[in-house]
């Protein structure tokens, strides 16, 4: 008997749904039930915002449990929100997507359930661009798998796309790829443990690369940049990998040094010199230290003055740079090699030079002046430190 009624409601909801549409002539579209993707359904989308499947082995896929004893009549193509309310389930459109709920829940005409349409998602401090999420029941969901890479890119290079239910619940994946997650309102913040919260600063050519974000999870580990990677290699035209810095700039011919969280990236043929005041790193603005002949280290005054406690101003006018402290008053000019110590003339050896609208000037005849330890210490011989000690 029960098989009799099956075959009859089978029946009655063929009648309804008989159709004349051409199934090549219309949109492919994508089938969720409560929110997971069923995979290799045939059905589309007509012109009348109507969604069909191609035959009933589609309709078993998409409702196992209603059609088990069920025996289908017609082999043509199936109306879906007709065979969705007789059993019961609320259908919406959305983005090329049906969503069936079988909890009968009113979908709004797709999508108005949801809690927050658009959410910014920040992982280790970072916003996450391009990414499309929402939050639904107070869960937070990924629109797709690209997603997903977006947010994890390194996390996903090995995943299987297929193997990924969509649309993604976002707290699992990332509880499973060691992240911590937490959420207000439209925002939602993902930190690593063992994360470095300090900005990864990157040079290029010894000058600082603005319009970059990039992380790295501890002090001595790969380097990704979240976006500006083509402000990082200019002319490269790339804009978001699953590599590493270093990989790339192997790739792209610049050498790669990695000190605390500063990045130095050179095919100019120059090593990065860093330079450290009672053993913490000079935090230069723009412009590094480079060395010219012969031999010796130019420095950006402003940066490292401000380290040793020392007033540096500009005179335009004269070309003169005045430091003041310390009991001392140095001034300097650019293009000469002549400076004064509380009024007493000297030289030293190179010329102080302007660059990138820094002044540079010879670290050595600085550290006389004032009478500070100065040393050298070449590094792994792919940078060289200078370290200064009051």
Same mark, same amino acid.
């Given at each position: 008997?029960?098989?009799?009624?099956?075959?009859?409601?089978?029946?009655?909801?063929?009648?309804?749904?008989?159709?004349?549409?051409?199934?090549?002539?219309?949109?492919?579209?994508?089938?969720?039930?409560?929110?997971?993707? $069923?995979?290799?359904?045939?059905?589309?989308?007509?012109?009348?915002?109507?969604?069909?499947?191609?035959?009933?082995?589609?309709?078993?896929?998409?409702?196992?449990?209603?059609?088990?004893?069920?025996?289908?009549?017609?082999?043509?193509?199936?109306?879906?929100?007709?065979?969705?309310?007789?059993?019961?389930?609320?259908?919406?459109?959305?983005?090329?997507?049906?969503?069936?709920? +079988?909890?009968?829940?009113?979908?709004?005409?797709?999508?108005?359930?949801?809690?927050?349409?658009? $959410?910014?998602?920040?992982?280790?401090?970072?916003?996450?661009?391009?990414?499309?999420?929402?939050?639904?029941?107070?869960?937070?969901?990924?629109?797709?798998?690209?997603?997903?890479?977006?947010?994890?890119?390194?996390?996903?290079?090995?995943?299987?796309?297929?193997?990924?239910?969509?649309?993604?619940?976002?707290?699992?994946?990332?509880?499973?790829?060691?992240?911590?997650?937490?959420? +207000?309102?439209?925002?939602?913040?993902?930190?690593?443990?063992?994360?470095?919260?300090?900005?990864?600063?990157?040079?290029?050519?010894?000058?600082?690369?603005?319009?970059?974000?990039?992380?790295?999870? +501890?002090?001595?580990?790969?380097?990704?940049?979240?976006?500006?990677?083509?402000?990082?290699?200019?002319?490269?035209?790339?804009?978001?990998?699953?590599? %590493?810095? +270093?990989?790339?700039?192997?790739?792209?011919?610049?050498?790669?040094?990695?000190?605390?969280?500063?990045?130095?990236?050179?095919?100019?043929?120059?090593?990065?010199?860093?330079?450290? $005041?009672?053993?913490?790193?000079?935090?230069?603005?723009?412009?590094?230290?480079? $060395?010219?002949?012969?031999?010796?280290?130019?420095?950006?005054? %402003?940066?490292?003055?401000?380290?040793?406690?020392?007033?540096?101003?500009?005179?335009?006018?004269?070309?003169?740079?005045?430091?003041?402290?310390?009991?001392?008053?140095?001034?300097?000019?650019?293009?000469?090699?002549?400076?004064?110590?509380?009024?007493?003339?000297?030289?030293?050896?190179?010329?102080?030079? %302007?660059?990138?609208?820094?002044?540079?000037?010879?670290?050595?005849?600085?550290?006389?002046?004032?009478?500070?330890?100065?040393?050298?210490?070449?590094? %792994?011989?792919?940078?060289?430190?200078?370290?200064?000690?009051?």
């Amino acid at each position: 008997m029960k098989r009799f009624l099956s075959i009859l409601m089978a029946f009655a909801i063929m009648c309804s749904m008989m159709s004349t549409v051409a199934f090549a002539a219309n949109t492919d579209i994508d089938i969720y039930v409560d929110n997971e993707r $069923v995979r290799n359904v045939n059905a589309y989308i007509d012109n009348n915002d109507d969604v069909w499947v191609e035959d009933f082995d589609d309709i078993r896929k998409i409702f196992p449990d209603e059609t088990e004893d069920m025996i289908w009549i017609d082999d043509g193509d199936i109306l879906l929100e007709d065979v969705a309310t007789d059993f019961g389930y609320s259908m919406s459109i959305k983005n090329s997507r049906c969503y069936l709920y +079988s909890d009968g829940r009113d979908t709004g005409g797709g999508g108005d359930n949801r809690d927050y349409d658009d $959410v910014d998602i920040y992982k280790n401090g970072t916003l996450i661009r391009g990414v499309e999420a929402y939050v639904e029941d107070g869960d937070t969901y990924l629109e797709r798998y690209a997603d997903l890479a977006l947010v994890f890119p390194s996390e996903t290079t090995s995943l299987n796309p297929s193997r990924v239910s969509e649309p993604i619940l976002l707290e699992d994946w990332a509880d499973d790829f060691g992240y911590s997650y937490s959420r +207000s309102r439209d925002t939602v913040t993902l930190t690593k443990s063992g994360y470095s919260y300090s900005n990864i600063t990157i040079y290029r050519n010894n000058y600082i690369v603005s319009g970059v974000s990039a992380y790295s999870y +501890s002090e001595s580990g790969d380097v990704y940049v979240s976006y500006g990677l083509n402000n990082v290699f200019p002319g490269s035209n790339l804009w978001s990998t699953n590599l %590493a810095l +270093s990989q790339l700039a192997s790739s792209l011919g610049y050498s790669y040094v990695r000190y605390e969280n500063n990045i130095f990236l050179n095919n100019d043929g120059q090593k990065p010199i860093i330079v450290t $005041v009672d053993g913490e790193m000079v935090p230069f603005t723009d412009q590094i230290p480079i $060395v010219v002949n012969p031999g010796r280290t130019m420095i950006p005054i %402003a940066d490292v003055g401000s380290m040793l406690g020392m007033n540096v101003s500009w005179d335009g006018a004269n070309q003169m740079v005045t430091l003041t402290g310390h009991g001392k008053t140095i001034r300097m000019w650019i293009g000469s090699s002549y400076y004064t110590v509380n009024g007493v003339g000297k030289y030293a050896d190179v010329k102080v030079m %302007a660059l990138n609208g820094r002044t540079l000037v010879p670290i050595a005849f600085i550290t006389e002046a004032l009478g500070l330890n100065c040393w050298y210490d070449s590094g %792994a011989g792919t940078y060289g430190v200078v370290h200064i000690f009051k």
